[in-house]
């Protein structure tokens, strides 16, 4: 049995079960994403790249660069605006 407060366990305990509850496919996402939907959140917010390291437990603050994802949204991309 697993004990304490783990990545999967949240997952597996809380997200798979009111995803189900609700019905929502989270099929192709998982606990990685859902750090990285917070981190990006976070930055979104205005919260200080350095505090985010911290919260994510990264040692270096190119790693939790990787984690910003508020530039590679489609609806960002020039190419998104492009009419045809």
Do not use: C
């Amino acid at each position: 049995m697993e004990t304490g407060l783990t990545s999967s366990s949240v997952y597996r305990n809380v997200v798979m079960k009111y995803a189900k509850e609700v019905g929502i496919s989270v099929e192709g996402f998982g606990p990685h994403a859902l750090r990285k939907t917070a981190a990006t959140n976070a930055l979104e917010h205005n919260a200080d790249i350095a505090k985010v390291q911290e919260w994510l437990g990264h040692a270096n603050i190119s790693t939790t660069r990787l984690y910003d994802a508020r530039l590679s949204r489609p609806e960002d991309s020039p190419t998104f605006k492009v009419e045809y």
